[in-house]
C-alpha cells in the first residue's frame, strides 16, 4: 500500500471512474470506503498501512506460511440464512473481492483482545504454554484456532491438530502450539492444563452470533454491483476493469466482450504464477448459481465457486452414495492447505492445469481418476467433457460451469495417492489415481477379472495422463494372478518415461519407480488378505500418524523462585495478541520511502550497463541508486573484513547479487521497479554452483583456521586391523526467519535513527557509518523485536542496514529497506554446505585409533563468515581417540556469500563424526549403539584440542537414557516388525552429545537502574531479544539478586547508546553473558543499597527502602562490561551433555517417513527457566530435523541463481513432521559450575543431535537392502529427503509380488 500516493490517485481517479458511491468494507466492526483503492491491492498490507492494524503479518505473500490470516464471514449465497466463517490468509486476498461477499466481515487479531482491554483466552492460552519465542508466527495461530472455534467449539484433538497445515512456525518446533490449541479440545490430554471454551470466552454474541462489541450486520448497507451498470462494473481505472457479476448471463455476456480476462475466485492462483497482470478482472463469487451443489441419481454435481474446502465437505456428507466421495475428500485434504482451501475453487485449480500443463493438478487427477465430467459454457452453449478432453478445448470466453461426479458402480474400486516431499500443503512428486471395474469369471470360480481400469498420473511428464498401454494390458486379465502384476509391472515399466533435467524435480528414477510402486499399492488393495502374503500386506497402507503427544521432564528449586522458575516470557501475552511491535509495524511517517534492491542474474560476470529509465517511470518513483551513488565506502562489512559491496561495482559474484536499490513510495512500487531496471553484462564465465565443480577446479581460500594434527594418525591408521575411507555430505539450510531482512532509517538533526532487526547492533553501526561516510555517534541503532534470526541477522542484516541508510541520506527522508521472501532467499547466504571425506582406523571392537578428516566448506563467494577450521572442538563430538588429523578447506563458489545459522560449523561436525562411527559399525558388523558407546569419553579425558574434561558424564547419560527409553526392548520390536512387514521398516538411532561452550567472544554492556520514587528497575543489556527468552531471563535474574518480584521490572530495547561495542547476539551465550552482566549490576547495587538497609528497621518495603538509598544519595543505577576472560589454554568455559534416541519408519516403496519417537536427555546444568530452555530445546532440535530430512536448496546449475526461492519448492517442518512422540528431559540436579548462577545454554547444543533423525531412518533404510541382499555400508547424507530415502532402499519392481 502506498503511504504518498495521493496525488497518483487522484490522477487515476480522472482517468476512468468508479461505479457507485460506496464501496465498503467492515473490519473488525468498522465499515472503510475502498472505492479509491485498486480493488486488486491484498487485504494484508490494506490492513497494515491504510488502517494500521498491525497484528496481522506478512512473510511470503504465496498463501502458505499462515502469519496473515484473518476471519472472514459472510452469508452463505447457497444457503440463505446460514453464515460462513472461515480462517482466510490476507495476503493474496484482494480487497475488491470483499465487495461480492454479501454481510461480510473481516475479523484480525486486534478485536480478539489486547493485553491492555484483556486478552482472549487463545491469546493468553498459547502464551502461557509457551508458544511463542520471536511471536511473528503467533497472531496467525490464533486466528486459526478461532476460526475452528467458531465453527466447532467442541473440537477433538484430532480436528486440532489435523486444522494447523497453513500455519509456519521455525521458532517453536510447534509442540507447546498445539499443546496450548489441544487444550481447548473435549478429549485433550488430561495432562493439558485447558478447558472447554465457551461462548462468552469466544466474544461472539450469543443472540447475533457476532463478535461482540460491534454494530449488527444489518445496519450495514451492503452494495453489491451496486450502480455499476447492467455488467456490474465496479472499477475502470488503474489501467482495468474489475466486474462484479450477479448472474450468470452477465458473466457470460462479460466474458464474450472482454480479452486478457481473470475470472477472480479464490485469487489463489498468483501464489503459484506469480506477476502474470491482466485487463479485465472477474469477481465470479457474487453470481449464486455458480455455488450450487445437488446431489444427482447418477452422482454429486457441483458448481464452479465451490470452494474445495466445500467439496471436501459435500464428499463427505455423501460418501455413503460411494466410497469414491471419501477417497476423494481424503485426497483433496492434501491439497495445498487450509486457509487456501477454504477460498480457493475446484475450477481454478483445473484452469491453473489448463494454462500450465506441467502444473501437478491434484483435482485434475481425483476429477479423472473418478471419471467426472466437466460442464463448460458460454454465452451459446454447453458442453461437457472429461478432464482430459478440457485441456484441449478453446477456453476463450468460456467458464468451467461444473462437475458431476459419478458414483462407483458396483464392483468398482478406486484409489487416488499423492506423494509429496512433505505430509502437509506440498505438491505432488507424483499423484496417481486409480479406477478399476471388476468382474468374475465365468471360467474358475477363483479369478477376479479386470474388466476395465483407469490410471491416471501427474508428475511424469507434462503430457503424461493415462498409462493407456498398462490399462489396456490389464483388462481381462485375473487380478489374483501373479502374472498379470508382473506384467502390468513391467509394460508401465516401459510405457513411464519421466522428464528430467529440472532440478526443481526429484530424479526421473524416483519419479518412475513411484509411479510402479503406487500402482503395486493399489493392486495389493483389490486383494483379499488370504491371498496376500503377510509380509506384503502392510504396503498398500499409509503410515499413520496418531495425535502427537510428549512428555517434558524437569526439576526447579522454589526456594530460588524466580530463577529456575518455570515461567511465561515477558512480552509473550504481547506478541500473541499481536501488539509486539517489530519493525515493519512501526507506523511511516509522512514523507517516508520503500527500497528494494534489483538482483543480478547472472553468476559470473562483469556489469556492462544498468538503464533505470523504466524503473524511474513506475508512479510513485523515487530514485534507482547504483554503487557510485553509494557517499561512503561500498561494503556491508566494514574492516577489518573482506569487502561485500552493497551494490555491485561492476564484478558480479553470484547470481542474486544487489546492483541497484529502487526506491520509492510503497513497498509494492519499489519492487515493481526492481522488476524494471535493465542490466546488461560482459564477460561472462561459467560460475562454479557445486562443491564438487569448486573441489575440481581448486577453487579454494585460505582457510581461516589451521589444519589440527594429534598424535600421529596416519601411523596409527596404518598399523589398525581395520580400517575405512569414506565421503558424506551436508547441505545448506534457508534460516527462514519469519521476519525477512528489514531495516527502517529516519535521518535526524543529530543523524540518523535506525531500527534494525539486527543481532549486533554494533557492527551494523559500523557498517552504516562506513556506508554513508559519518562517525558512528551519527548512527542511533535501536533493536527492539526480531520475527526470528537464527543467525541470518548477524551481520547480513547489514546489506538492507546500509541500503536503507544510503537512501535516507541521499534523500533526506525516512526510508525503509525490506526484502522479499525471494530477494531474502536469492541474495543472502544460507548455512554452509559441506563435503567431508575421512579416513579411520580401528580394532576389531570399534575402538578407535586414527581419524582423518577433510572438510571442504562451502562458503560462498566471500570468506567473510568462515567456518573452515573454526569448529575442530566439535569433531569428536563425545568420543574419545588419540590421534586426530582434521584438514578445513575453505571453499569459495558463485553463491551468496554462506553465513552462520544455528549451531554452525557444531552441527556438520558432530554428524560427520556420527557417520564415521555409524561406518565403524557397519564394516565390523556391529550394532552402533554400543561402539559409539565404547568410545564415549570418560570424565578426566583429553579432548583433541588438548582440553580435559573436568566434568564429563556421558557415560553415565548414554547408559541411563539407553535404559530409561528402552532401547534394548524397542530393537527387539523393531526388528520383528521389519521381518514382518517387507514394504515398511523402522530404525532407531542413538546419538550423544559433548558441546563446548566458549564465553570469550561474548561481550556485553548491562546497566540497571532503580528508579528511587517507586522502586521499579529498568534494565539495558547489549543482547538482542531474538525470541530465546533472553529479557525473561534477565529480568529474573535481577529480580532474584534484587530480591524483588519481576513484574517491578522492565527490560528496554537495545540500543547502540545504552550498550555500545557490544558483541552480537548468538553461539548460544548471550542469555547467559547478558545475566552474568546484570547479576554483576545487581550485585554492585546490593553492596551500595545494604548499609542503609542495615539502618532500617526488618521488613522494610523495598520501595521505602529505596526512597532511603536515593535520600543517602545512593548511586541507583549499575553497570557491568561483560567481556569473559579465556579460560587456561583457551579451553570452553564448561561443556553441555546429552544423548538423543529416535526412532523412525519409513514407506519403501514412496520413501515417506516418520519420526515416531524421540527422547531428549539435555544438561542445561540448572536451568534459569525450564520453559523457556525446553522451548530451545524442541525448537532447535525440529529445526535440525528440517535440515537433514527435508530442507534442500536448489540453484540454477548454468547461473548458481536460487530456484526454490519461495515456499512453494524450499520446507520446512510443519506442524505434522515433528516427532510424533516427543518427549524431554533436562537433566536434574546438574547445578554448571561454571555456568551463570549453575545453568548452561540451551540455544544450539540440542540442535547438533537432531541428526538422530537421518540416522534413525538410515537404520530403515539398511532394513529395506537386507531384504534385496544388499547389508553392505552406504553414505546417507543431509537432506535425506524422501526421493533420497526411497532411492536408497533399492527398490527394484521385479520384486513386487502377492
Ligand atoms: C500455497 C498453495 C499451495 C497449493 N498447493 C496445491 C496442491 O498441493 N495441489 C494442487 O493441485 N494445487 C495446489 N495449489 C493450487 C490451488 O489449488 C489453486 O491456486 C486454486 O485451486 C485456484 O483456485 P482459485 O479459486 O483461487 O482460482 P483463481 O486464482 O481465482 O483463478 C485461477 C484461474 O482460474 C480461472 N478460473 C477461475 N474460475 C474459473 C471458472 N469457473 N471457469 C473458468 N476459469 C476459471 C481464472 O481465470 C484464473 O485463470 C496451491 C496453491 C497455493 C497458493
Ligand atoms: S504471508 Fe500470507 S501466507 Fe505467508
Ligand atoms: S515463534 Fe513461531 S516463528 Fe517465531
Redesign the pocket.
Known sequence: METASLQEQSSDLEEGFTAGRRFMIRVNGVMHDVSKDDPRTPLAPYLHFMLQLCGTKTMCF???CGICAVLLEYDDPENLGNRITKPINSC?FPIGSLLSLKNHQVTTIEALGSVKKGLHPIQKRLADYNGSQCGFCSPGFVIQMYGLLKNNQTPSAQEVEDYFD?NVCRCTGYRPILDAMKSFATDSDPSLRGSLIDIEDLMICSKTKQLCNQSPLDEVEHLIGAAGGSMGLLYSKFGIKWYQPRTLTQLHQIMHNSRE????????????YKGIYYKVY?D?KGVPD?YNVTMEPGGLKVW??V??SSLIDYLKQYSDQSPSYNVMAHYLL????RP??N???????????Y?HRE??????VAFEAAGAKLT?SDICESNTYTPMEFLDVN?QG????CVDIPKLAKDEKMNIY?V?SQTQ????YVSAGFRVQLGVSDTWENEQLIESISMVYIGINRNFIHAFATEKYLQGKDITSICTLKGALSTLDKEVIPDDGNPLFASATYRKSLTLGLFYKFYLSLLSEDIVSPCNWSAQFSLVRPISTGKRIYSSRPEKYPLTKPMPKLNAYQQTSGETQYVNDILPLPNELFSAFTLSEEGNATISSIDITAAMEVPGAAAVYLAKDIPGSNTFMPPPHEVEEILSSGPVLYAGQPVALCVAVSQHRALEMVERVKVTYKDQQPPIVTLEDAIEKKSFYPPPGKELLVGDPIGAISVSPCKIEGEVRAGEQYHFHMETQICRCVPTENGLDVQASSQWLDFAQQAISGAIGVPLKEVNITAKHLGGAYGAKVNRANLVACGAAVAATLLHRPVQCIMDLTSNMKAIGKRHGYIVKYKVGFNEDGTLNGVIITYYCNNGSSPNDHEAGQYFAYSDNAYKCKNWQLIPVAVKTNLAAHTWCRAPGSMPNIFVIETILEHVAKFLSLDPIRVKQKNLYAQGDTTPMGFVLPYCSIQELYKSQLTKVDVAGRLQAIKKFNADNSWKKKGLAVVPLKYCLYWTEGRFLCTVSIFASDGSVIVTHGGVEIGQGLNTKVAQVCAYVLGIPVNLISINPTTTINSPNSGTTGRSISSELNCLGVRNCCEILRERINPVKRMLPPGTLWKDLVAACFKCKVNLTAQSWVWPDPQPRDAPQYNSYGVTVAEAEIDVLTGENQINQVDILFDCGESLNPDIDIGQVEGAFVMGMGYWLMEKMIYNPKTGEVLNAG??DYKIPFSKSIPINFNIELLKNAPNPMGVLRSKASGEPPQCMSCATLFAVKRAIEAARQDVGQDTYFPLSGPATVDVIQTSCLVDYRNFSI
Open positions: 504465496e498463501c502458505s493474496l497453513g480476462v481473470k475470472l477472480i475466485n479464490g485469487d489463489t492462483s498468483k501464489g503459484v472477474i465470479v455458480l464452479s465457486n470452494t474445495l492434501k491439497v495445498a492447505n487456501v482451501r477460498v480457493a475453487g475446484w475450477a481454478g485449480n483445473l484452469m491453473l492445469k494454462e502444473f501437478l493438478s491434484d483435482v485434475f463448460i477456453m468460456k467458464i468451467l460451469l499423492k509429496m500443503n506440498t505438491q505432488a515456499t512453494w
